[in-house]
């Protein structure tokens, strides 16, 4: 039995891609209060091996640095409201073996993939509106060549 958990990077010092990113969408005509952005790990692990999970990923310095990051399991396996995931198409499956990253090996894990989260925050504090979240993953946060945007429509 196998089960989906996402597991969130998020930068525990500012964040200047983000500030940047906001300012330039600003620009753009796309006024925000805040953007946030974060790693997102989307993993198909089996059920026995499920509490072995952030061990493993904190043992992997190109996924958590415990001097910069926060490392938590979210709620859900879908985006919020206000929230853009950027999904690439590649991910690394499992042939029955164990995945590794960086030479550490996850045990139990049969699909990881990576992707990028934008929380986009209105002005006045509520989520941006999905109008406003395609607005910015096409002119800004999402390469449609090669990236997928996942959003609550």
Known sequence: MVVTRCVETTLAIPDNEAATARATLTRLGIPLEALERADLY?????????????AALRGIETIFN??????AVRKTDRPDQGELWVEETAALESDGGTISVAGRALPGVRRLQRLVSWKL??????????ATVARAASALLCNAAFQRAVFVR
């Open 121 to 130: 925050t209105a002005p006045g504090g509520d989520p941006a509106s999905a």
């Open 42 to 54: 989307k993993i198909e692990v089996e059920c026995k091996r499920e509490s072995e999970l952030l």
């Open 66 to 71: 415990p001097n910069k990051h926060r490392l």
